[in-house]
């Protein structure tokens, strides 16, 4: 089960204030309108917005059942009351693999480049630093979101390799998707 993310406020690069916190159930209008929102645009996901069929009381029960797992940690960023971002992770499955998980990440297109991004993934390592299997994070980025893969980059991921053109955008562009990871420092029990 996740540990409460306790609440934490941050003052952004315009001066207004963002709440971290972490998800819940009650949060699944807004989230399921973010998520939407940022597929729409076409160049953030693989998944076309036609394609995401889940509706408000199937996202409550999704984000539900992500609070119940120790491997799982979903958090949102909301100004004033209103949810711009949200960050959900999930360590692998298998049992050779469960030392590592993947991230997703939305913030929403008024909100970008902010420091949101940045104060989500802090969190995810303040998580990490303490969860007993989880040594690293990893990440899937497509070339179209330049901005995206130098956040990453200078939050110290990795390039670990390329799918070449993994997205077929249209008209004969594609994009690669750029998979990252990064390990976590632990933190030693008793500090």
């Known amino acids: ?75 949102v960023a909301t100004i004033n009351n209103s949810i ?8 692998s499955h298998e049992l050779r693999c469960n030392h590592w998980g993947e991230f997703g990440m939305g913030i929403n297109e008024s909100s970008r480049g902010l420091g949101i991004g940045t104060a989500m993934l802090e969190a995810l390592f303040k998580w990490g630093e303490t969860h007993p299997k989880l040594e690293k994070i990893c990440l899937k980025v497509f070339d179209v979101n330049p901005e995206a893969h130098k956040l990453y980059q200078r939050l110290g991921f990795i390039e670990e390799g390329r799918l070449k053109k993994c997205l077929k955008m249209g008209n004969g562009i594609y994009s690669d998707a750029i998979l990252m990871a990064k390990f976590i420092n632990k933190k030693k029990s008793g500090t």
Not at 84 to 91: A, C, E, R, S, T
């Open 1 to 75: 089960m996740q540990e409460e993310t306790q609440p934490k406020e941050i003052t952004l690069k315009n001066g207004f204030k963002v709440i971290i916190r972490g998800a819940t159930p009650d949060d699944a209008e807004a989230v399921l309108a973010l998520k939407m929102d940022i597929l729409r645009q076409g160049i953030y996901d693989a998944l076309l917005s036609e394609e995401y069929t889940f509706d408000a009381a199937q996202e409550a029960l999704w984000i539900e059942h992500s609070l119940t797992s120790s491997n799982n940690f979903m958090v």
């Open 84 to 91: 711009v971002g949200v960050l959900y992770f999930q360590i």
